[in-house]
């Protein structure tokens, strides 16, 4: 609970941390924070912003450290008793919102505090504090009856036990299952690298010399792609897509059905006619109906090109023995891609893998975000870690610190499934300058010892979508971290993230860093050339199946979470769903209900579709870029991006913050431009 030591504001205690020590320092801080809450609350003294807003913004600063070092060992290092304490500190976190929220008397006292704004002189960003401070007590149920609240504070309690277990669920299979491989020829197509991975995968599971594909993406996406044993390959890809689906202790069905009927109840608690309706009221797209239009209208102009691709995979695929004349089917769709790439393309995986290893993709990260930001990057060779193989480097810019960044890239026993980024410290300046701390995370297969990690471009994309993000933490300028970056309209979050993609693109940067890991030879202007078509053909995330179709099926399930009370099975929303729009069979779900993590335990319920918003976005913030004199380096542009886009935060609504930049409000065509498709009106 005590403040960090050391530099940069001090860093996180994350070294072997115990999980019964940091369940009581949760309970401690909980209560920590709920006596301030309490104080303020019941303050005698007339209501002012200091005494009220800048008092709430304030308090519970013990609870922030120690839900740092919390939230870091349960996604990263959830085993012994870790997950028993999660399960047992969300009600408890859960509860403490609530109570916060439906403190009438703070409430009150804010809502004065707001009435005599204007006499009382307020900057525009303490007004901003208070309306956003009102704001997110209301939408958790301040100014309802007694018996609601009530109602609500279970809800939340339940939810919150419910999004655990059903995290927890992924990470037990993800640890346990894995499909060995006793044969050599199983690793036929594999490359050397990764059959020492999965060597060495099989030892950890206590069967040395055999094989192992463990059930991580990391493993499971390259055996798809290039084993040519068709019948492993479908073993591999039902482990893979049935996570959460087998029945037992680790079904998550149950638990995203509860879920959806409970989210429905809290909507109708809140006076909304379904959760979608709720969640989107402080998003961009302001209604379901307005996100849904967009993905049906992007699903329309993507239907013909994704069947068409189908197509071209069964073409080589009826050329192949080992279908023998059978019809496609979603275990053979990346392994045929990858054989039409090579074939029409000329653009072997392989090839590509061999000039990304990781540590140039992070200095080719490093280096573009130095000349579009300004920023430099140091090794902090002494921080406290979860695990050795984190790194960890402190940010600056003209020789200034302004945060820190960790590295947490390869996947492990106790670690949350997928690439993502994680706020531990926000970045603030109202009671003294607070720097921010950022984490990247992923699952990415550790390679054999002493050499190595080489990335497919989809893993190098990744980590600079996941480091855009750490970027738009990192530039806040928000005096208060309730406006900070996280903070943002959820369509709006992925936009940094989005746009940061297009300088792994840049040629400059390639010819710079994209390098054989053994001969150091530069990545061939042709390759580069077959890359760019290759990934015009496959098309970005947001315009293909696998990501619209979920979206869309995302949107339905929250449109009937009513509190109607009536069941949803949302297994058959969602075969229901593939079936009326067309979906081609031989293409599978990367997010099928049973693993979304998205929309069951983070912030995308009904916000999947938010990636195309963003993608949207991204695209048209690209051109704006790719007109100016500088392009994607252009010094004032990137000042604009900075100024208007990364550093303001919750300041600015979202739509807002777009125009200032752009000087339009989003428009679709750059995005459907860019892949040669059809913008529908």
Known sequence: MAPWAGPHGGLPPLAGVNPTALEEAMRSAIEAKRAEVQAISSNTAPPSFENTAAALENCGRALGRVLCVHRVYANSLSLGDMPGVEQRIAPMLAALDDEIAHDERLYS?????????????????????????????????????????????????????????????????????????????????????????????????????????????????????????????????????????????????????????????????????????????????????????????????????????IADYQAIADKDPAVEGARLAPWDRQFYAEKLRRERFNLDGDAVKAHLPLEAVLQAMFWAAGRVHGLSFKPIADAPLVHPSVRVYEVSRDGDA???????????????????????????????????????????????????????????????????????????????????????????VELPALINERWLRDRDLLGRFARHHITGEPMPTELIDRIEQGLKYDRIFSLNPDFLLPA???????????????????????????AELGMPPAWDLIMRVTHNFHIFIGGYAAGLYSYLWADVMAADAVET?????????????????????????????????????????????????????????
């Open 109 to 309: 006292r804010l809502n004065a505090v707001w009435d005599q704004r204007a006499a009382a002189g307020l900057t525009p960003e303490q007004q901003r504090l208070l309306e956003v401070q009102r704001k997110r007590m209301q939408r958790k149920g301040a100014g309802l009856a007694v018996s609601a609240k009530a109602r609500l504070a279970q809800i939340n309690a339940r939810l919150a036990s419910l999004s655990t277990q059903y995290n927890q669920n992924l990470m037990h299979e993800a640890g346990t299952q894995a499909v060995f491989i006793e044969d050599l020829s199983g690793l036929d197509g594999l490359p050397e690298a990764q059959r020492q991975a999965a060597a060495a995968a099989a030892a950890d599971k206590g069967r040395p010399g055999i094989w192992a594909i463990p059930n991580a993406r990391g493993a499971v996406w390259p055996f798809l792609t290039l084993a040519t044993r068709r019948d492993l390959r479908e073993q591999v890809w039902r482990m893979w897509t049935n996570r959460g689906d087998n029945a037992g202790a680790f079904d998550n069905k149950p638990i995203a059905a509860e879920i959806l009927l409970l989210r429905g109840e809290l909507a109708r608690l809140m006076g909304y006619p379904s959760f979608a309706h709720y969640a989107l009221a402080e998003r961009m797209a302001r209604t379901p109906e307005t996100a849904m239009a967009l993905l049906e209208g992007t699903w329309t102009s993507v239907k013909a090109a994704a069947h068409a691709q």
């Open 402 to 492: 302004v945060g820190v960044i960790y590295f947490d890239l390869f996947n492990r026993a106790g670690k949350a499934h997928g690439s993502y980024q994680m706020q531990y410290r926000e970045a603030e300046n109202f009671r003294g300058r607070v720097l921010p701390i950022s984490g990247i995370y992923s699952t990415f297969a550790p390679p054999p010892e002493g050499q190595p990690a080489l990335l497919p471009w989809e893993y190098a994309n990744v980590f600079f979508h996941e480091f855009g993000h750490a970027l738009h933490m990192l530039h806040c300028t928000s005096s208060y971290a309730s406006l900070g970056s996280q903070h943002v309209a959820w369509d709006f």
């Open 552 to 578: 869309i099926v995302d949107m339905r399930l929250h449109l009937m979470a009513d509190g109607s009370g009536q069941p949803i099975d949302p297994v058959q929303v969602e075969n229901d769903t593939l």
């Open 625 to 681: 870029f790719e007109r100016s004199p500088g392009s994607i380096y252009d010094v004032a542009t990137s000042k604009a991006w900075i100024d208007n886009i990364l550093s303001v935060g919750h300041r600015v609504p979202a739509d807002e913050a777009f125009h200032h930049f752009a000087g339009h409000d989003p428009d679709p065509s750059p995005l459907h431009r860019r892949f040669g498709l059809q913008t529908t009106p």
